[in-house]
């Protein structure tokens, strides 16, 4: 059993942070798109798995999961436990963790991560508000407000969200 930190980072441009749309961070609907491996054999996911505390799973006798997962290559069966959400606004640079998470025979892979619900960002000129927006994997990231809507911001400043990344580490308990 290993506890798990779920960190997320972003590279932003023009924006002072982006956030979950509603500010909250502890929504059990947010779901998240991760890789994964297996602790055994070192096999990792090609696909994403999708990762939401509102989708829980039973397995094992004690604590509820919401990733089981079979290994494709050694047949060790894992799973993943939400145990805890949180997080602060985003911002550029900064790693923010998102959930404590419990991992049996599988682990979550540091990389490119999607999300299942929308965002909002703050302008790092004016301080506005972005609309909502979509951060799904293999989708441009390009957020640009200005281009689009330039009622919103104002002016010809570039702001859009770089590169959206997950890094885990392990948790001290
Ligand atoms: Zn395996």
């Known amino acids: 059993m290993t506890m798990m930190l779920f ?3 972003a590279e932003l441009t023009g924006l002072a942070h982006i956030e979950p749309v509603g500010k909250d961070w502890t929504d059990p609907s947010h779901a998240y798109n991760i890789k994964l491996q297996c602790e055994r054999c070192g096999w990792c996911t090609r696909d994403f798995v999708r990762l939401c505390m509102e989708e829980p799973r039973r397995w094992r006798k004690k604590g509820i999961d919401h990733i089981i997962c079979e290994c494709a290559d050694c047949g ?3 799973a993943i436990g939400i145990r805890r959400q949180m997080g602060v606004p985003l911002r550029s640079g900064v790693e923010t963790t998102v959930m ?3 991992c049996d025979g599988l682990v979550p892979l540091d990389g490119e991560v999607g999300t299942e619900f929308q965002w909002t960002a703050v302008s790092e000129a004016d301080g506005r508000e972005s609309d909502p927006f ?4 293999g989708a441009e990231l390009d957020w640009k407000p200005m281009q ?3 009622v919103h911001m104002g002016g ?3 702001a859009h969200v ?3 990344v997950a890094t885990f580490s392990r948790a001290r308990v």
Do not use: I, K, P, Q
């Not at 979509?134 to 994997?137: E, G, I, Q, R």
């Open 100 to 102: 404590l998470l419990e």
């Open 76 to 78: 060790r069966r894992g």
């Open 7 to 9: 960190n997320v980072t």
């Open 162 to 164: 770089d590169s959206f």
């Open 134 to 137: 979509d951060m799904v994997l």
């Open 148 to 150: 689009e809507e330039g």
């Open 156 to 158: 010809d400043v570039e």
